[in-house]
């Protein structure tokens, strides 16, 4: 059993930044693979980048890639994402979650605990 504690949402206009957190806590090991996704209203939900336990592997969807960075604090169990440089098409509830397979998926279906999700909302 993974819990995940997401916080960093808020509102921001475009080109601004924000950065997201997902705390981890429970029995998590090494090989977890942790991710996240964003759903935007009326569309389905989608990977925005992935990361290794380790942090040593990175993944990132081409929409988010040189502007949204994935990374990990280990000491505290905790996934980061930095989002620069944001447009409004970025607004969206974003998602913290865990594959306990390690397999780097950017398939929803494939991870299995998530965070209850927070806004982001980007103005433009």
């Known amino acids: 059993q993974v819990q995940l504690v997401e916080s960093g949402g808020g509102l921001v206009q475009a080109g601004g930044s924000l950065r997201l957190s997902c705390a981890a806590s429970?029995?998590?090991?090494?090989?977890?693979?942790m991710g996240w996704f964003r759903q935007a209203p009326g569309k389905e939900r989608e990977f925005v980048a992935a990361?290794?336990?380790?942090?040593?592997?990175?993944r990132y969807a081409d929409s988010t890639k040189g502007r949204f960075t994935i990374s990990m604090d280990n000491a505290k169990n905790t996934m980061l994402l930095q989002m620069n440089s944001l447009k409004p098409e970025d607004t969206a509830v974003y998602y913290c979650?865990?594959?306990?397979?390690?397999?780097?998926?950017?398939?929803?279906?494939?991870?299995?605990?998530w965070g209850q999700g927070t806004q982001v909302t980007v103005s433009s």
């Open positions: 979650a865990v594959d306990i397979r390690n397999r780097g998926s950017t398939r929803q279906y494939d991870y299995d605990y």
């Open positions: 429970g029995r998590t090991y090494s090989w977890y693979n």
């Open positions: 990361i290794t336990w380790s942090g040593s592997t990175t």
